[in-house]
C-alpha cells in the first residue's frame, strides 16, 4: 500500500542560478570566480553586484557558496 512513497520536494530555483543564467559569458565566468573565491563573503558579493544593478542578498549567495540550494541537489 505504501511503496514508492516519498517526501513532497519543494523545487525552487536558486536565485544565484537565475541571475548566473541572466549574464553573459565574460560576467557568467567573473561570478563563478567570485563565489569559489574565499575572500569574497556573501555580504560582499551582493553589495557588488547591488551596486551593478543586479538586486541580490547575501543569503541566497550563502547558500550557493555552502551547496545549500536547488543547485546542490
Not at 5 to 26: D, F, G, I, N, Y
Not at 51 to 57: L, T, V, Y
Request: with cysteine; proline share 3%; aromatic share 2%.
Amino acid at each position: 500500500m505504501l511503496e514508492g512513497m516519498e517526501p513532497h520536494t519543494k523545487k525552487q530555483s536558486c536565485k544565484v542560478r537565475t541571475v548566473l543564467e541572466s549574464l553573459e559569458a565574460k560576467d557568467k565566468e567573473i561570478l563563478i570566480k567570485a563565489l569559489a573565491d574565499v575572500q569574497w563573503t556573501a555580504t560582499a558579493l551582493a553589495r557588488e553586484l547591488t551596486s551593478r544593478g543586479i538586486a541580490i542578498s547575501e543569503k541566497p549567495i550563502m547558500a550557493h557558496k555552502r551547496k545549500g540550494c536547488s543547485c546542490a541537489r
